[in-house]
């Protein structure tokens, strides 16, 4: 198929062929694309606002990502945040800066990904921008949501006796990055070589495709759950649980045998020779929620959320923030660096 | 001095040295940087949201735009969205991408532009997050304001005989470009040649530190002014003129001998053989507002907005857009292409 030079169609008409088919559905949304800004109406409700970066060769390698999956990951990204404010996502606004060698059809795939993700999540897309780039693909998505006062949780309300409490499972998407990599390599060795990604799609599609936790939202709804403090697991269990701590003014403790891994991690893992634990601690894009709540709560986390591990507790800041092996050794909880 | 490099900081202590010494002081902002999102309280108002991406060597060149100028410039073309819509600018988020090139230093001096912006604009920094880049710097700002529903002012509300009226003058940002680009290849041929600038303040201040204009949108709320429709100048006057009154279901007439073009503007435009009415037109980056107005607002209009032109008019959509010139020859608007 002949594809279309962006120059050819120019901005304008872009912007319109990406958001000409969108229908805004939600209540709040009172003007969606296609002015100077979007207007939105929140009532009895807090907005609540975030906003990430995405660059290619930082964020994404664009020769194992499908532009689909990106325009998908990158809405999932964006929400997750919103979930873990405890409120509910309703519009997004994307930026994107694309250089010359992306043609119409390309971007047409990265909206794809993230129409899917819009109809998914039930989000209006209500402002989309393109502009060139001298580099790579860069995004930038601003994500909304709204919430009653009462119910939003923030990362420094956790108290020093509270549980905390792990989604999900950890470091699949690492090892699935891990994999793809080790792919490009292989190929780039011996093109005529077919990948082996068989035996994995779950921890490709824990990197690739990853859902953000809207279920567990709504579960804290329906059980009248609210957490003290919640954090969406972005950057990797060691540093997001670190800032949960810090903010809450308190310390804390991880139980390693406590950390949910997933067979899939593992036995890539040990393939690779690579340490499934610290892919859990500090592999990054789980976009899970790690969240705390008070003891007196164990037994309705334990009888209705039973797809949450508690993986340790928080306690005195003098303490410390440690990880606690089986054989009792405390190994201290450090942030990441700059990539 | 020795530069600090961002690795041995890290992103949470840069992300940190960034925001610490903000304070939010609008009521609006019930929760700023430092949570997985802000959270906004527009009580009985709309909320306005717009976003924008700024990339290096698209629209920016570090070689002549110092980072506090660019950090200041990124904030104003945030805002002059919100105040297009004829809102109040409340919050806004950054996100900046960072390539090896950058030192801690370098980022402080963005960010003190920024929070220069913000003093002056009263704003509040409710966001900021840093990642690397492969390539050069980006930028992504978020601008949120607000107004009550029945104030906001979109693009469509155009009627077929109201009045165009345009803000400040045109062109002079781009001809204040068009003279950092002769210098900087002046001095790359002759590294020992100081750049010739003076005299041209004017223009280059445009270029490198533009203001927004609040002061147009708190004349309109004094004198009770509510255009039918406004847009925010930013790809030049022909594209956005077309995007008003388009989205007006209107047709356009604009006078060539009306178009304010200031004299600095003019006069480097003939020493460069450039022509001033094109940079008036296509330049781009000038951040005034163009607005529409109902015929019977022009005694009021004369009156209590002095600083304004009226430019033209809009009229039947069957009879196009037009620019006419003094010796009535019409020219068809054209929207720019892809740069």
Redesign the interface.
């Known amino acids: 198929m002949q594809k279309t030079g ?2 050819s ?4 008409n ?1 912007i319109k062929r990406l958001t000409d088919t969108i229908e805004c559905t939600q209540p709040s949304t ?2 969606g694309p ?9 009532e009895q409700t ?8 995405f ?5 994404f390698d664009l020769t194992y990502t499908p532009l689909k999956h990106l325009g998908y990951k990158t809405v999932i990204a964006g929400i997750s ?2 979930y ?2 405890n ?1 509910t996502p309703r ?1 997004i ?5 694309l250089s010359k060698r992306f043609f119409v059809e390309d971007i047409d795939e990265l909206y794809d990904g993230v129409k899917t993700a819009c109809v998914r999540y039930n989000l209006d897309l ?2 989309s ?1 393109v ?6 693909l ?1 995004i ?1 998505i ?4 709204e919430a009653p ?1 009462e119910k ?1 949780v ?3 309300g956790g108290k020093k006796t509270d549980l905390l409490c792990l989604t999900g499972n950890l470091g699949a998407a690492y090892m699935g990055l891990q994999l793809l990599k080790r792919e490009k390599q292989l190929f780039e060795g011996q093109p005529d070589k077919q990948p082996q990604l068989e035996g994995f799609e779950y921890i490709l599609q824990r990197y690739l495709k990853p859902e953000a936790r809207k279920d567990i939202i709504d579960t804290m709804a329906a059980i009248n759950l609210i957490p003290t403090a ?3 697991l972005s950057d990797g269990l060691a ?1 997001d649980a670190l ?1 949960l701590c810090r ?1 809450s003014q308190c310390g804390l403790r991880i139980y390693l045998e406590r950390l949910p891994i997933a067979s899939e991690t593992f036995s890539i893992a040990d393939e690779m020779h690579l340490d499934a634990v610290t892919a859990a601690l500090n592999g990054g894009d789980d976009y899970e929620l790690l969240f705390t709540a008070p003891i007196s709560s164990y037994d309705i986390l334990r009888r209705e959320m039973q797809n949450i591990d508690i993986i340790g507790h928080l306690c005195d800041p003098a303490e410390g923030a440690f990880l606690v092996t089986p054989d009792n050794q405390a190994i201290e909880l450090r ?5």
Chains 1, 2 share one sequence.
């Open positions: 962006i120059a169609l120019g901005k304008f872009l009172l003007k296609g002015d100077d800004a979007a207007v939105l109406h929140h807090e907005t609540i606002l975030s906003t990430k970066l660059l290619e060769g930082i964020h945040d919103i873990a404010m409120a519009q606004l994307l930026s994107t800066g209500v402002g921008d502009a060139p780039s001298m580099t790579g860069a930038s601003t994500t909304t949501g006062k939003i923030y990362r420094s919640m954090i969406n540093s800032h903010q942030a990441q660096g700059w990539k």
